[in-house]
């Protein structure tokens, strides 16, 4: 299959995938597309570096980044070919609306869910990708949660976010944040522990939901969350000022040092 080929096929799946060129050295121009799942699947890439540019592929995939790196004499450029993220939110709030317009801005699939139908409404949502207006057991008969699923629960009603959770417990969700402040956090969490979740798996629940930015107004929140999701998109970021801090703004690993 071609280079060109494979690209639209990725795509078309919605699958996770990356393109690797050689852009100096030996064999520049050499150009090879990648599967996170299957591998190689269509170029090919110089038999010296393959394992190991294989390997920093997987890593960047993962992450959704783009680096070029040093191999020896070659420098390589490997570009993620992502899927469409999906943002599916729960609840169909004042937070909900900037939120969704938002992310839409950023490039997701956005859907909204709420059993509360003056709520979940055209008027309020109206360039939504979908708008369910159901419970979230009913929602997940439409939705199935995948890597690229982002979930965000902005009720502060147990009955509209119980329901999510034992629905996205084993589901390779890439993040899923919840509204609430630390003592219904800590609520949640002791609730959770009793029907069995392990702390690691209650770690992975970004509660309180966002970053510290100070936010007080409902666009303020949406954009406290939206930095959120995007520092765990792409595995890296602290969340603090750029103001001050030492070295590069976007540290590209291998980059400073010239290896791999």
Do not use: C
Not at 154 to 169: G, I, K, N, Y
Not at 204 to 223: C, F, K, T, Y
């Amino acid at each position: 299959m071609s280079i060109v080929s494979s690209l639209r096929e990725l795509t078309k799946q919605e699958r996770l995938g990356a393109v690797v060129t050689v852009v100096s050295g030996p064999d520049v121009g050499m150009k090879a597309v990648l599967d996170a799942e299957d591998g190689l699947i269509a170029g090919e890439l110089p038999d010296e570096v393959s394992a190991d540019v294989l390997a920093d592929a997987q890593q960047l995939m993962e992450h959704e980044q783009n680096r070029t790196l040093s191999y020896g004499e070659r420098q390589i450029y490997i570009e993620t070919v992502p899927p469409q993220p999906l943002l599916l939110i729960f609840g169909a709030g004042h937070v909900a609306q900037p939120l969704s317009r938002m992310a839409q801005e950023l490039g997701f699939r956005v859907i909204v869910s709420d059993a509360r139908k003056t709520w979940a409404t055209e008027e309020r949502f109206p360039n939504v990708d979908q708008l369910i207006a159901e419970w979230p057991d009913k929602a997940f008969e439409q939705v199935e949660p995948d890597r690229r699923t982002y979930v965000v629960l902005l009720s502060h009603d147990a009955r509209f976010e119980d329901p999510v959770f034992p629905a996205v417990r084993n589901k390779p969700i890439r993040y899923l944040g919840a509204m609430g402040s630390r003592r219904t956090s800590r609520e949640r969490a002791e609730r959770l522990t009793r029907e069995g979740w392990s702390q690691q798996e209650i770690d992975r629940i970004h509660a309180p939901i966002g970053i510290d930015i100070g936010a007080e107004q409902p666009s303020e929140v949406a954009l406290s969350i939206l930095a959120e999701i995007v520092r765990v998109r792409y595995g890296v970021g602290t969340g603090m000022s750029l103001h001050g801090q030492e070295g590069r703004i976007h540290t590209q690993r291998g980059e400073e040092d010239g290896t791999s």
